[in-house]
């Protein structure tokens, strides 16, 4: 079975801090890919990233970046220099190749203070 | 290209009634999938759709339906409704090519339903 493990459920830093959100996953799949999502207070989901389980070079985004580790199980997501808008729930998902259907965690809420 | 559009966004119905919700995908789009989103057991799959076929289902009970029609839309249905069905309902369409491992899914802004 497929499993998403976010340990922070919420944490709350002040404007340009760097904050990482850990995520931890499971599967027996070798083909899989692995997301980040972004969920503002209006509900709606936003893809930020999308990592297949061949690739693990580290991706930069901007003020984003993503740390893909195999042997640990993790796909980390980094924000460097938070600003007030990064305040949102953050979910990790994970999906087998071939399926739509995503695996989410728990999501863990940032609150960036002025 | 317009987003994923759902309607309605708000709804509010009491316990035994059924309730219809609709899904229009990205012009394109041809795969759809419904997701719940509750604060107890966070955003879980309730199934997938493709070219008016299901293809994949969560573990929900019967009375979660839902169907595609040959224009992408979709529209889920949940029947005898119940205190604990009281969530936000996500729908994500894709473009699903022939071949290809995984599309990025496009979430839409929810139906929010309260049930009383």
């Known amino acids: 079975a497929q499993k998403v493990t976010q340990a922070q459920t919420e944490i709350s830093v002040v404007e340009k801090e760097d ?15 692995l997301f980040w999502y972004k969920q503002p207070p209006s509900g709606e989901l936003v893809f930020l990233i999308r990592r297949n389980s061949f690739d693990e070079q580290n991706e930069i985004s901007g003020r984003y970046s993503w740390n893909f580790q195999k042997s640990t199980s993790s796909f980390n997501f980094t924000i460097t220099a938070s600003q007030v ?17 995503l695996v989410f965690g728990k999501g863990m809420k940032l609150t960036v203070n002025p | 290209k317009a987003g994923v559009t759902q309607t309605p966004r708000y709804l509010i119905k009491t316990r035994g009634q059924q309730v219809t919700l609709s899904c229009s995908p990205i012009s394109g789009h041809r795969s759809v999938s419904w997701y719940q989103q ?3 057991q966070g955003l879980q799959f309730l199934f997938e759709y493709f070219s008016e076929t299901q293809r994949n289902k969560g573990n929900f009970p019967g ?3 839902g169907r595609q029609f ?18 936000l309902y996500l729908c994500a ?16 802004p929810g139906t929010r339903l309260t049930v009383l």
């Not at chain 2, 040959?70 to 969530?87: H, I, K, P, Q, Y």
């Open chain 2, 93 to 108: 369409s894709s473009f699903r090519g022939a071949g290809e491992a995984y599309n990025e899914q496009f979430f839409g």
């Open chain 2, 63 to 65: 009375r979660f339906s």
């Open chain 1, 19 to 33: 904050v990482t959100l850990d995520c931890v996953y499971e599967t027996r799949d070798t083909t899989y890919y």
């Open chain 2, 38 to 40: 509750t604060p107890g």
């Open chain 1, 85 to 101: 808008v990064d305040s949102a729930v953050y979910f990790c998902a994970l999906t087998q190749g071939g399926s739509e259907k």
């Open chain 2, 70 to 87: 040959s224009n992408s839309r979709s529209e889920m249905n949940v029947s005898t409704l119940e205190l604990g069905d009281s969530a």
